[in-house]
């Protein structure tokens, strides 16, 4: 089976960093993708890790233990429209037939003045 | 260029009603998947189309939900006798295919059973 755990909610100031976490178990393993999204709206895809370490996109860096079943999204220099959950999904099985997508929970970022 | 599409954006229905959700995918994108939201919970997977082969309907919590996908590109998502669990948005998503994972989604549907 698979199991996804992110926090719920997180808060962080304009202007700072922040680091969310993603711990995951899978039968198999193939990649792990991080989604963004803003409240009512749909999520948009943010990263694709399939090998270790740390990969940047601009503000964005997205970090992955293969070892450990760990990742996490670093976001930089905090804006007010960052605001939003934060999606960790795994596809289910490696060489899997399809390509759906497991997700967590999500974790609610607010970031404040 | 269109991303993907789904109809209508919100749906009021009454318990033991029928309801079909619509999603055009992103033209080109063989694949397409619906998956639901909870308030509160991640996305759950429901149902995936990819070409012409037999849907992975392994996420479909029951009988009364179904899925089509006509000529490889629009599909309808049925819920048959609607319960008030079934509230939710249905989201939409589209990909290239198999080998390339980055999922499009679409606005979603916000069902409401009352």
């Known amino acids: 089976g698979q199991n996804i755990d992110q926090p719920t909610e997180m808060t962080a100031t304009e202007g700072a960093i922040v680091q969310i976490n993603c711990t995951y178990q899978t039968s198999g393993f193939n990649g792990l993708f991080w989604y963004q999204q803003h409240a009512g709206e749909a999520p948009t895809f943010l990263s694709y890790?399939?090998?270790?370490g740390l990969e940047e996109k601009g503000r964005f860096s997205s970090f992955l233990s293969r070892s450990k079943g760990y990742s996490y999204l670093l976001l930089k220099e905090l804006q007010m429209k960052d605001s939003a959950s934060y999606l960790c999904a795994v596809p289910p099985e490696y060489g899997g037939a399809t390509n759906k997508l497991i997700f967590g929970t999500g974790t609610l970022l607010a970031v404040q003045p | 260029g269109a991303g993907v599409s789904q109809s209508p954006s919100n749906k009021v229905t009454e318990k033991g009603k029928d309801v079909e959700l619509r999603c055009d995918p992103i033209?080109?994108?063989?694949?397409l998947y619906w998956y639901r939201q909870s308030l509160g919970q991640g996305l759950e997977f429901l149902i995936y189309f990819q070409g012409n082969s037999a849907p992975d309907k392994s996420g479909l919590p029951s009988d009364r939900f179904s899925a089509e996908r006509t000529g490889g590109s629009v599909s309808t998502l049925t819920i048959q006798r609607t319960q008030q669990e079934d509230s939710a948005v249905y989201l939409c998503a589209s990909s290239l295919g198999q080998g390339s994972y980055e999922q499009y989604f679409g606005p979603g549907t916000r069902l409401t059973v009352t």
């Open positions: 890790n399939v090998l270790d």
């Open positions: 033209s080109g994108h063989t694949a």
